[in-house]
């Protein structure tokens, strides 16, 4: 005790100054020791690796990497085999790139279906006739001419600005002004001014208008009977007027509740017979398996002359309005799938007077199969019946959407649509003021989407992946009937007088008559099908065969890669740690 206190004391040091210092000594040692061994786990951790990542390159599948891992390989014959594996990488990513664009910009396909389809599958087509006499007088030379009216309308205009005829009643006011919307629109002025009276119903006007149905529609002939035209035909309001319909959908089943056109439907008796006894028909899933031969629409079971339907028309020289409809006279027929609202204006079949005219029907079908339904409608260019809902419409055609989008064109351009426009009962109908705007809109929209489309190219992107102002791509089940027409003579006089039949003329003077016969040219027929250019099952098989082309990679590859940077790994650094601490 006596020494230490010596020591301690010699070497100015007290005693607890003596035991602090070798508590700092012991620290330090244990500090030395851990940072040895964490330096020994880091080692530990990259020896694993090394480890790991050379039982790799020596057991994978995949091409060329075997010779990155031999340690005892020269250093070029490495970097050699390092730069074509990676060439190897860039190949294989450039082409998998273009796949995978070629998957998602144009994954659907059209092509021939497998089997033919029979006409029994498909309705007759929709047969919209429309005369091209507007206004029949009731009192020939007591009433004014449409051509009376509008030379003095002009004139007019043009001193005054002011249009008050002399001696014309309020009725042929009024039809005067409705004939201006389904006369040569083409040649209203821009500046017309909007003529005094009363907001009219045309559709009303053009029904006291129309010429006598049976003296125009003289007979007709369905599937070989013969009947009176008015049990098949409708009162179809269209651009040019008030035409008629066979085999079309009902106004009720096309327009919704709170359209004009809903509310003045008209019916055809013996359809509107048939068409109550049958459960509704859709373009997407057609006639019910219960369906009986007769049903709605009407369908036939062969091609032919006998299976179709024949029209006997007739005019009268004495009835005709060059001023009104030009020199061509007669008749347009239009046809049209049963679900489509006739556009008269944009395609016709003129049925002159004095002619035979034979329609063969080639129809067009597109159909879709099950696999494309999964996918975005911008995708396979098309909208399934559900997926785009109309404002006026129930039942979705590219034709109906169009209607409509020119309907709210024409709406936001002029503030009011044209009287055959679908429309709702608030809508304002344009007056005659208003006849250039409506007239011209149409073209303006078509220039408006023109210009889209032409500025998304130059900016060099797919105007088809881009919503468009209409959004009116075509149904992905569509329906088009191609026509192949022949006519020849019809001489209804001499035919007369060959049966000494002196009477009919009489009774129908001035009578000039054709007709028409529509059926299917052949009995079968090739449909389109949209389809899977690219699924995913094609996609990947497409990958695997460049993986495999370039690099010999499989789902097993990736699972083997896996293998040894997960469970391989944690075995290797788990026995190296172990050997390090013995």
Same mark, same amino acid.
């Given at each position: ?141 007591? +009433?004014? #001419? /449409?051509?009376?009216?509008? *030379?003095?309308?002009?004139? $007019? &205009? ?98 919704? +509740?709170? #359209? /004009?056109?809903?509310?003045? *439907?008209?019916?055809?008796? $013996? &359809? ?311």
């Amino acid at each position: 005790m006596f020494v230490r206190s010596k020591i301690g004391l010699d070497a100015g040091m007290t005693v607890s100054e003596f035991d602090i210092e070798d508590s700092v000594d012991v620290t330090t040692e244990h500090r030395n020791k851990n940072r040895l061994s964490s330096v020994g786990g880091a080692a530990a951790a990259c020896e694993g690796l090394m480890v790991t990542y050379q039982e790799y390159c020596e057991h994978t599948s995949i091409h060329g990497v075997q010779y990155l891992g031999e340690r005892q390989r020269p250093m070029p014959e490495r970097i050699f085999w390092l730069i074509a594996f990676l060439i190897s990488i860039y190949g294989c990513s450039m082409l998998i790139t273009s796949a995978y664009t070629k998957w998602t910009e144009t994954p659907v396909i059209v092509s021939f279906a497998e089997k033919s389809t029979p006409v029994w599958n498909i309705p007759f087509p929709a047969v919209t006739v429309c005369s091209e006499t507007k206004r029949v007088l009731k009192q020939k030379g007591k +009433e004014t #001419t /449409y051509a009376d009216l509008y *030379s003095q309308f002009s004139e $007019e &205009m043009r001193a005054s600005r002011i249009f008050k005829p002399q001696n014309v009643s309020a009725l042929e006011m009024e039809e005067f002004r409705t004939l201006l919307h389904v006369c040569n629109t083409q040649i209203i002025d821009e500046d017309m001014p909007l003529i005094a009276g009363d907001d009219l119903d045309y559709f009303e006007v053009l029904e006291r208008m129309l010429p006598q149905f049976d003296r125009y529609f003289f007979y007709c002939r369905w599937l070989s009977r013969f009947g009176e035209c008015e049990k098949f035909f409708r009162k179809t309001l269209t651009e040019e007027g008030i035409c008629y319909t066979f085999n079309g959908l009902r106004a009720t089943e096309i327009y919704r +509740e709170d #359209t /004009y056109q809903y509310q003045h *439907s008209g019916e055809a008796l $013996e &359809m509107e017979n048939i068409s109550s006894r049958h459960s509704p028909w859709t373009l997407e899933s057609g006639y019910a398996h219960s369906s009986d031969v007769e049903t709605f629409p009407a369908r036939v079971l062969s091609a032919g002359a006998r299976s179709g339907i024949f029209l006997a028309l007739q005019s009268f020289k004495q009835e005709v309005d060059y001023a009104c409809r030009g020199p061509v006279q007669g008749f347009k027929v239009l046809l049209h799938a049963p679900d489509d609202v006739p556009q008269v204006s944009k395609q016709f079949v003129r049925i002159p007077m004095g002619k035979e005219v034979l329609i063969a029907v080639k129809p067009s079908m597109i159909t879709m199969s099950s696999g494309i339904a999964e996918y975005h409608p911008l995708r396979r260019q098309c909208f399934l019946s559900q997926e785009r809902s109309l404002r006026f419409f129930k039942v979705y055609t590219e034709s109906n959407c169009q209607l409509e989008c020119l309907a709210n064109f024409t709406l936001t351009k002029c503030g009011c649509v044209k009287f055959s426009m679908p429309r709702n009962m608030d809508m304002p109908v344009c007056g005659e003021d208003k006849i250039h705007c409506y007239d011209r809109a149409e073209r303006q929209l078509l220039v408006r989407e023109f210009k889209r489309v032409r500025a998304l190219n130059a900016a060099h992107e797919d105007w088809r992946g881009v919503e468009s102002a209409c959004n009116c791509m075509p149904a992905c089940t569509s329906l088009v009937y191609n026509t192949e027409i022949s006519q020849a003579n019809f001489d209804l006089e001499e035919m007369l007088m060959a049966e000494g039949d002196t009477e009919f003329l009489q009774e129908y003077p001035g009578s000039q008559m054709s007709r028409l016969s529509i059926y299917f040219k052949q009995s079968q027929f090739i449909t389109s099908k949209r389809s899977e250019l690219y699924g995913v099952t094609e996609f990947l098989a497409n990958c695997g065969g460049i993986f495999g082309l370039f690099m010999g990679f499989s789902i097993l590859s990736m699972v083997e890669m896996i293998y040894h940077f997960t469970l391989r790994l944690f075995t290797n650094l788990k026995r190296l740690t172990k050997v390090q601490k013995q």
